[in-house]
């Protein structure tokens, strides 16, 4: 055989690939990857925002650490047949154990924002949080999905302001109320304070060269039309019209004197399920259970609040010792893998909560990217199953977690 004929016969040319978008996911292979790709594309300030977190960033660190430092302890030859990772929560059905998180100010990454985000999360069987402080409204991210809706709500100080948000998603058909109550005050997020980044983001002589440096990121930016608080148009706690450094608005215009007898009230105006995001201690926990509240999101805000608080699925054991069976437990923060979502149900949790990670798939290819990371975390759990020798989500248990 010659030389020519040896080659081609262990040689194979493959298509040209025309997409350019897909040429770009296809040199991804996990969420740091993604990260990577959204990294290069976006402005240094913009960046930051969504992959920074308070002061050292210690929080932000352990929330994956956390995860990486549990092991599994598979089971063999259990006759392993077939995969379901379906289940539920809050009584409607998951496609597989995960939320998309809240997230403020989306369009920041692809000017698609929420509605992408939104869109993907209907494709792919699961529940997406809009955030108070998002760049499309209720109405308009309900407009492009008939998938399962959550709203996110901060105590602003004017409560009239929540009640008709809330009043309009319920009338959106927003199936749950997830309050976040780690905000009494705003975390110092030092990158953001170093760059003196305001949103939405300026072009002026501190970021015209990093624009410059990222046009693809500039052109869609300056092409779409301008970001708001699109909940808060016109309403005088200020919609982003001018840019505002995030931290002097918030203190400004929430509530830090927020108590549990503000979950009563939200009881009062909301008659669905009730979700409860930042609870830390078993202490809290159990107090939620008290309130009647359906869930609680065990977070420390992505790390973005207060440095030094305790990693999500450090809490998932304790909490679930302590609570489990009166109320369903969601683990918020750090999750980057499918098998961190098996972990956080094996330890516990009914479910995990996403954000950054979507985040990076929206900045490296937009809608697209969305699509790949919560693909790959669906083929990661019923690989992740499989290999531990469990057939469904039901069947995990802390037996398999070294």
């Given at each position: 055989?010659?030389?020519?004929?040896?080659?081609?016969?262990?040689?194979?040319?493959g298509?040209?690939?025309?997409d350019?978008?897909e040429?770009?996911?296809?040199?991804?292979?996990?969420?740091?990857?993604?990260?990577?790709?959204?990294?290069?594309?976006?402005?240094?300030g913009?960046?930051?925002?969504?992959?920074?977190?308070?002061?050292?960033?210690?929080t932000?660190?352990?929330n994956?650490?956390a995860?990486?430092?549990?092991?599994f302890?598979?089971?063999v030859?259990?006759?392993?047949?077939?995969?379901d990772?379906?289940?539920?929560?809050?009584?409607?059905?998951l496609?597989?154990?995960?939320?998309?998180?809240?997230?403020?100010?989306?369009?920041?990454?692809?000017?698609?924002?929420?509605l992408?985000?939104?869109?993907?999360?209907?494709?792919?069987g699961?529940?997406?949080?809009?955030?108070?402080?998002?760049?499309?409204?209720?109405e308009?991210?309900?407009?492009?999905?008939?998938?399962?809706l959550?709203?996110q709500v901060?105590?602003?100080?004017?409560?009239?302001l929540?009640?008709?948000?809330?009043?309009?998603?319920?009338?959106?058909?927003y199936?749950?109320?997830v309050?976040?109550?780690?905000?009494?005050?705003?975390?110092?997020?030092?990158?953001?304070?170093?760059?003196g980044?305001?949103?939405?983001?300026?072009?002026?002589?501190?970021?015209?060269?990093?624009?410059?440096?990222?046009?693809g990121?500039?052109?869609?930016f300056?092409?779409s039309e301008?970001?708001?608080?699109?909940?808060?148009?016109?309403?005088?706690?200020?919609?982003?019209?001018?840019?505002?450094?995030?931290?002097?608005?918030?203190?400004?215009?929430?509530?830090?004197?927020?108590s549990?007898?503000?979950?009563?009230?939200?009881?009062?105006?909301?008659?669905?399920?009730?979700?409860?995001?930042g609870?830390q201690?078993?202490?809290?926990?159990?107090?939620?259970?008290?309130?009647?509240?359906?869930?609680?999101?065990?977070?420390?805000?992505?790390?973005r609040?207060?440095?030094?608080?305790?990693?999500?699925?450090?809490?998932?054991?304790?909490?679930?010792?302590?609570?489990?069976?009166?109320?369903?437990?969601?683990?918020?923060?750090?999750?980057?893998r499918g098998?961190?979502?098996?972990?956080?149900?094996?330890?516990?949790?009914?479910a995990?909560?996403?954000?950054?990670?979507?985040l990076?798939g929206?900045?490296a290819?937009?809608?697209?990217?969305?699509?790949?990371?919560?693909?790959?975390?669906r083929a990661?759990?019923?690989?992740?199953?499989?290999?531990?020798?469990?057939e469904?989500i039901d069947?995990?248990t802390?037996?398999?977690?070294?």
């Amino acid at each position: 055989m010659s030389i020519v004929e040896t080659l081609r016969s262990v040689i194979r040319v493959g298509p040209i690939e025309t997409d350019r978008i897909e040429r770009r996911l296809r040199r991804a292979a996990n969420v740091a990857d993604l990260r990577r790709i959204a990294r290069r594309r976006m402005p240094g300030g913009v960046f930051d925002y969504i992959d920074g977190a308070a002061e050292d960033e210690r929080t932000l660190a352990a929330n994956e650490r956390a995860f990486a430092e549990v092991s599994f302890r598979p089971r063999v030859l259990r006759g392993v047949g077939s995969i379901d990772v379906g289940s539920h929560l809050l009584g409607g059905e998951l496609a597989y154990p995960l939320v998309l998180a809240p997230t403020g100010f989306t369009r920041i990454a692809d000017p698609a924002g929420e509605l992408a985000v939104a869109r993907a999360a209907a494709r792919a069987g699961l529940p997406y949080t809009l955030s108070t402080l998002s760049t499309r409204s209720i109405e308009d991210v309900r407009a492009v999905s008939d998938g399962r809706l959550w709203f996110q709500v901060y105590a602003w100080r004017d409560r009239a302001l929540v009640r008709e948000m809330i009043e309009r998603a319920a009338a959106a058909r927003y199936e749950a109320l997830v309050l976040t109550v780690d905000t009494a005050v705003f975390g110092r997020r030092e990158r953001d304070v170093r760059r003196g980044f305001s949103l939405p983001p300026t072009i002026g002589p501190r970021t015209f060269v990093d624009g410059m440096l990222h046009p693809g990121w500039t052109m869609a930016f300056v092409r779409s039309e301008p970001i708001r608080f699109a909940n808060v148009l016109g309403r005088e706690v200020g919609d982003g019209a001018s840019p505002v450094n995030l931290s002097d608005y918030i203190n400004a215009q929430f509530d830090p004197s927020l108590s549990w007898a503000d979950v009563e009230w939200l009881r009062s105006v909301w008659h669905g399920p009730i979700v409860l995001k930042g609870i830390q201690t078993v202490a809290d926990a159990q107090l939620a259970v008290d309130h009647g509240v359906d869930a609680i999101a065990l977070s420390n805000h992505g790390g973005r609040q207060l440095d030094g608080a305790p990693a999500a699925f450090s809490l998932v054991a304790p909490v679930a010792d302590a609570v489990g069976g009166q109320i369903e437990i969601i683990c918020d923060g750090g999750v980057r893998r499918g098998s961190d979502i098996v972990k956080a149900v094996a330890a516990g949790a009914t479910a995990c909560m996403a954000g950054r990670a979507y985040l990076y798939g929206l900045g490296a290819a937009g809608e697209r990217g969305v699509d790949r990371v919560l693909e790959w975390f669906r083929a990661d759990v019923e690989r992740t199953l499989a290999l531990l020798g469990v057939e469904t989500i039901d069947a995990l248990t802390a037996d398999l977690l070294a």
